[in-house]
């Protein structure tokens, strides 16, 4: 009822792990084995140290983080996804260049079925959302050499002309949207919460905006689209279904529900198209797009 198959991976559902929740290391990773597939956190060339303090922030309906891409460099990296048990891997990297992207994507690639190229994290400097726009064509290009499947990851600033030049590269899959440019700020103090002062918006507030995005790109292009952000429930996975998505990840929603979220999701979405005459999951995609 749930299986699907995205750019030629069979996945025994759509539910994927979003990027930089709970997967630096395999032991976390192989947590999520309810999952159709799970995506790595976002590796560059060389080790990040990331931010200062506080990178993570609750607010209402969301969280704030400014992370700042940390992570061990892709050397180290693969170390921990050598002979990891995670039926689908989705290696997500980021780069300064096409140069960059190819050397990690090389790296990685015994390991992963897929690449996600990071373009839209909204806090880091020059890389992700800051990713020029003419350098796309060619970065998706470069790594699509390397034979597997390229996924590309968006935010909602400049979407439709982003999209436009991965899919003239050759992606296989837009996935959008990333978390949301946003900040707060201790008033008591007048001083921004978080260390970068800027970071990123996700979890229920956001929805809203990805299912407008995921929408859009479905209404404009004809390449499988992964929804993302605001996914807690069984319902909100079939809104962005409905909007478009083949399939979609899930992030923060974890600290909310758990580990357990993938086996909740999956148990909610069959009650749902069962109850309301579905027999596929197949069969909503798109369906809002035509009424
Ligand atoms: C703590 C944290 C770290 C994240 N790190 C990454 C990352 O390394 N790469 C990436 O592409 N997205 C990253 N994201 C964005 C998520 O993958 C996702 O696009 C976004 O959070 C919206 O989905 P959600 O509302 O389900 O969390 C991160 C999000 C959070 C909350």
């Excluded at 309906?61 to 689908?88: D, F, S, T």
């Excluded at 400049?158 to 008033?187: F, P, T």
């Excluded at 996914?231 to 083949?246: F, K, L, N, P, V």
């Excluded at 009650?271 to 197949?282: A, F, Q, R, T």
Aim: aromatic share 8%; charged share 30%.
């Amino acid at each position: 009822m749930l299986e699907i198959e995205l750019a030629n991976i069979k996945m025994k559902n759509p539910f994927m792990l979003a990027s930089g929740i709970l997967d630096l290391t395999k032991e976390s990773m192989e947590k999520f084995k309810d999952a159709g597939a799970v995506v790595t956190k976002s590796i560059g060339k060389e080790e990040r140290k990331g931010y200062k303090n506080p990178v993570f922030h609750e607010v209402e309906c969301g969280i704030l983080n400014a992370i700042g891409l940390a992570n061990p460099g892709v050397e180290e990296y693969i170390k921990e996804i050598r002979g990891i048990k995670i039926e689908n891997l989705i290696g997500s990297i980021f780069g300064k260049d096409e140069k960059e992207f190819y050397y990690v994507a090389e790296k990685m690639m015994p390991f992963v079925k897929a690449f996600e190229l990071n373009l839209s994290c909204p806090h880091a400097k020059k890389v992700g959302m800051e990713y020029s726009t003419r350098k796309i064509k060619k970065t998706v290009e470069e790594v699509k050499q390397l034979g597997k499947p390229v996924f590309v990851k968006l935010g909602m600033e400049n979407l439709l002309k982003r999209a436009e030049k991965a899919i003239e590269g050759g992606a296989d899959a837009i996935v959008a949207i990333n978390s949301v440019k946003a900040m707060a700020i201790a008033i008591d103090v007048a001083m921004p919460i978080l260390g970068n002062k800027v970071g990123g918006y996700s979890g229920k507030a956001i929805k809203p905006i990805g299912v407008r995005c995921v929408y859009e790109l479905a209404k404009n292009f004809d390449l499988p689209i992964i929804g993302v952000g605001g996914i807690t429930y069984g319902r909100d996975a079939i809104e962005y279904m409905m909007a478009g998505a083949t399939a979609v990840q899930i992030g923060t929603a974890i600290y909310y529900r758990g580990e357990k979220i993938f086996r909740l999701i999956e148990k909610e979405t069959k009650e749902w198209l069962k109850e309301n005459g579905y027999k596929h999951i197949s069969e909503i995609v798109g369906l809002a797009l035509k009424n």
